[in-house]
């Protein structure tokens, strides 16, 4: 059984010294990320490898091998740091049973009809109307972009975004 230190939703997955401190911060000896897309893709799949620091595993799997996992294994051994780059599939794996306590948001890119909540966050109105279920559920939800930074919660998250 893995223990997830970290589950954090960030369009650029892994990413110079953001990541990195994160990744210490968590205590992370893993990252398992999970898109459908990427699991697919062996090049961007030693891509990520590649950018992980020493002596940390990288894993990219689908939301079904990772539910798969969970169920039979809780995601094996280590300490994990969970990735997403979207809310979309971070709400999928949750709704196949596998438990997200917290979600820290850390970036999620502009574009028309997104709502800049924080620098490098912004929603649509599908992204807040699922973390709000999420949230709704018990999960802890805040946006946290580098830890030298005070983070924003949930409620002050839809303040926001609404206006």
């Known amino acids: 059984m893995a223990k997830i230190s970290l589950i954090r939703l960030d369009s650029r997955l892994i990413h110079g010294q953001v990541i990195t401190k994160w990744v210490k911060i968590a205590k992370a000896n893993r990252i398992v990320i999970v898109d459908d897309?990427?699991?697919k893709d062996d090049f961007m799949?030693?891509?990520y490898a590649a950018a992980a620091?020493?002596?940390v595993e990288v894993e990219i799997i689908s939301v079904e091998t990772a539910a798969k996992r969970w169920q039979e294994e809780e995601l094996g051994k280590g300490t994990v740091m969970l990735l997403f780059k979207d809310v979309e599939t971070c709400v999928r794996l949750e709704e196949k049973g596998v438990p997200i306590h917290s979600l820290q948001i850390?970036?999620?890119p502009s574009a028309p009809g997104r709502t800049t909540i924080l620098r490098a966050v912004s929603m649509n109105q599908e992204d807040m109307d699922r973390l709000k279920e999420?949230?709704?559920?018990?999960?802890?939800?805040?946006?946290?972009?580098?830890?030298?930074e005070a983070r924003?919660?949930?409620?002050r998250i839809v303040r926001v975004f609404e206006g």
């Open 37 to 39: 897309e990427l699991a």
């Open 45 to 47: 799949t030693m891509i």
């Open 53 to 55: 620091p020493k002596n």
């Open 106 to 108: 850390g970036g999620l």
């Open 134 to 148: 999420l949230h709704g559920k018990g999960t802890e939800i805040y946006i946290h972009i580098i830890p030298e």
């Open 152 to 155: 924003m919660e949930f409620d």
